[in-house]
């Protein structure tokens, strides 16, 4: 049953979450915490297999500081994976999708103004902020992305889809630009700028609350138990029509291998950057530079690559898309120069914006009628974040034990190439299997 609208208002609505929530992975967890973390986390030195890294004690245990970084982000996916399918179920089935919305919203804003006061002396508490921005990041989009059914019919989905990614990248751009001036003309602490995206976000995200449409459950209310179980019956449910829905099916497994590499190059990207390039001593501005090229023409990729599926198809678009990807891959094994990075940055902006969008509204165009946004919708990001688990981890674990990021870049050319051919197989029109 369709019940969507074509109201502009909750369109544009719903796509202001992106304007205010694309802050965070834009100065959290792509550009300005990165390096500060990279500076500041460190108990020590060490040699691993001739390279000097940095060293972290957590609960007792030595890490490389970035490993942990990645381990860090890699639990947080944990979490999501693991809480989205009860959440999401129970928010179908009661129809408050906006209120868990809120709940990560503001669990997400509260933890990145918390990072203002990460501090070596209290390092595990430090980086409990870290996984509870990311959480609440991540989670908040399980449920924004469920209203994109209700708001517009499949035929508009790219266009509406790749209108929010452009408007984040746009939104972001403006308060990483101020955070950038305030550093480096009034010698602002990096510190402030985590405050700032916490403000951002909960304070635009209001504008959604607005317009987003009133929900409607799908069952009579009944005990809660019965509510909080019905989140599996839910998911459970979903899994069996997937199973039936052929071209759906292959195409989540080949999203499930591809976003391990696509999610693992946002989070790792300055990371690598930062350790990898040779920079001018002490200098971090190019780093900056380099995220708001990702960022600008991130935009732009998203819009051009919309454009382009109108006139092929959202399968033939993501197969370029990842093609580009492994292109990506090999040639940052190799780089060292700043300028290198600058141009490598340029095309990933490109298609990051693009596959994002894109992946999004294909699988939003694949899904069979239903009211079950939310369950559909968490079943989609849980294989993401399964995905991220295994790709942060790797990254991390490779670097661990070589002592060398570079290392863990070749893994990524592998999750790109594995989700092209999977995408291969991916039917262009539904077959619905039967018993």
């Known amino acids: 049953m369709k019940f969507f609208t074509k109201d502009s208002k909750q369109i544009n609505g719903w796509a202001f979450y992106d304007w205010a929530n694309s802050a965070y992975p834009l100065v959290i967890t792509s550009a300005i915490f990165p390096i500060y973390y990279s500076k500041v986390a460190s108990h020590g030195k060490k040699m691993i297999e001739g390279e000097v890294v940095d060293i972290v004690n957590f609960f007792g245990f030595e890490f490389i500081n970035t490993e942990l970084y990645s381990y860090a982000f890699s639990f947080s996916f944990l979490l999501v994976s693991l809480m989205a399918p009860i959440l999401s179920g129970i928010a179908d089935y009661v129809g408050n999708k906006k209120l868990f919305l809120k709940f990560f919203c503001y669990l997400g804003s509260v933890s990145c103004i918390s990072l203002y006061f990460f501090n070596m002396d209290r390092f595990e508490l430090s980086v409990l902020s870290i ?3 990311s959480v609440g990041f991540w989670g908040s989009l399980v449920f924004y992305n469920a209203f994109l059914p209700e708001i517009a019919p499949p035929e508009e989905h790219d266009r509406i889809s790749a209108k929010g990614y452009s408007w984040g990248y746009i939104g972001s751009v403006v308060l990483m630009l101020g955070n950038v001036v305030g550093m480096l003309v009034f010698d602002m602490p990096a510190k402030y700028a985590f405050v700032t995206v916490g403000l951002w976000w909960a304070g635009f995200a209001q504008i959604t609350y607005i317009h987003l449409p009133k929900e409607r459950g799908i069952k009579e209310s009944k005990a809660f138990s019965s509510i909080v179980f019905n989140g599996y019956r839910e998911l459970k449910n979903v899994w069996r029509e997937f199973m039936k829905l052929v071209r759906l099916k292959r195409y989540l497994l080949s999203y499930f291998v591809y ?8 989070l790792m990207a300055v990371i690598f950057g930062n350790k990898e390039i040779d920079w001018p001593e002490g200098d971090t501005t190019g780093l900056l530079i380099a995220v708001l090229i990702i960022q600008l023409i991130g935009a732009v990729g998203a819009w051009f690559f ?4 109108k006139k092929t198809s959202n399968l033939l678009v993501l197969k370029i898309i990842l093609f580009i990807w492994v292109f990506i891959c090999m040639m940052a094994y190799y780089i060292h120069k700043p300028i290198e990075f600058y141009i490598l940055a340029a095309v990933v902006g490109f298609v990051m914006g693009g596959v994002q969008s894109m992946s999004r509204s294909t699988y939003s165009k694949f899904l069979p009628e239903t009211k079950d946004h939310a369950s559909y919708f968490s079943f989609f990001d849980v294989l993401e974040k399964i995905g991220i688990v295994i790709g942060t981890f790797l990254f991390g674990f490779i670097q661990g034990v070589t002592g060398d990021m570079r290392n863990s870049v070749l893994v990524l050319i592998l999750f790109f190439v594995v989700g092209f051919l ?10 619905i299997r039967t018993a």
């Open 422 to 431: 999977l995408l291969l197989f991916v039917p262009k029109n539904e077959r």
């Open 131 to 133: 996984v509870l921005a």
């Open 306 to 309: 919309a454009r382009l599926s």
């Open 259 to 266: 976003s391990m590499g696509v999610q693992t190059v946002m």
